[in-house]
């Protein structure tokens, strides 16, 4: 946690922490303050309730501390999502098609595969597009995720920093073979990812159970 193959885990997960911290404080808090309550005003003390009509300060702080609670959650995942959505002038593009079930992966120069092989420290820029019902793309090792919807296109960015395979998923129900709709992406060094890509005759489409060569 806080640290991953992209900068956007470290905000993400900071973002994560900083809520369930938070929360688990409130929880403590309101739990210690409520069986201390029950000690303090049981019955056998004596103590007579009285009840408390109106009054400025107890309304003005139990309003603006949720209030600044709530804000400073908002404002730090929204810095995070904001930085997610800035896509460099020298981002690789890639076209991403998803379809039932199953992805394909459109680089520049025309190749296409049915893994994301992307270039370590390479910006990248998706372009995602249904070819029929809605689909999500998701990879869980960069914290990234977007709707996939026919007839628009999606945007997605982020930057590889380390070499690796990490599982890519579909995390919008698609039908029946939603559980399935797994590929990887395969960051590579430079070297080896431009070998690859300069490589002609592997370019290929896994359409549902079957991978065939279409060129
Ligand atoms: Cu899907």
């Not at 270039?119 to 090792?141: A, R, W």
């Not at 999606?154 to 698609?174: H, K, R, S």
């Amino acid at each position: 946690m806080l640290s991953g193959p992209t900068k956007h885990v470290e905000t993400a997960d900071a973002v994560m922490l900083y809520i369930v911290a938070v929360s688990v404080l409130l929880l403590i808090g309101i739990t210690v303050t409520m069986i201390y309550f029950v000690f303090k005003y049981h019955r056998k003390k004596g103590h007579k309730p009285v009840n408390i009509h109106g009054s400025v300060l107890l309304e003005t702080i139990w309003i603006v501390i949720p209030t600044l609670l709530v804000l400073s959650m908002f404002y730090y995942g929204y810095t995070g999502f904001r930085d997610s959505r800035i896509f460099p002038d020298d981002s690789m593009e890639i076209t991403v098609t998803a379809r039932m079930w199953s992805w394909d992966f459109k680089y520049p120069n025309g190749k296409v595969s049915d893994t994301l092989y992307v270039p370590v420290y390479q910006p990248i820029k998706l372009l995602m597009e249904s070819v029929d019902v809605n689909h999500s793309f998701y990879i869980p090792s960069f914290r990234i995720k977007e709707d996939v919807i026919a007839g628009k296109i999606n945007y997605l960015g982020f930057t590889p920093e380390e070499v690796g395979d990490y599982d890519v998923a579909c995390a919008e129900y698609c039908g029946l073979n939603h559980a399935f709709m797994y590929t990887k992406i395969k960051v590579m060094p430079g070297v080896e990812f431009y070998a690859w890509y300069e490589k002609s005759g592997e370019v290929k489409v896994n359409d549902e159970k079957t991978e065939g060569n279409i060129q």
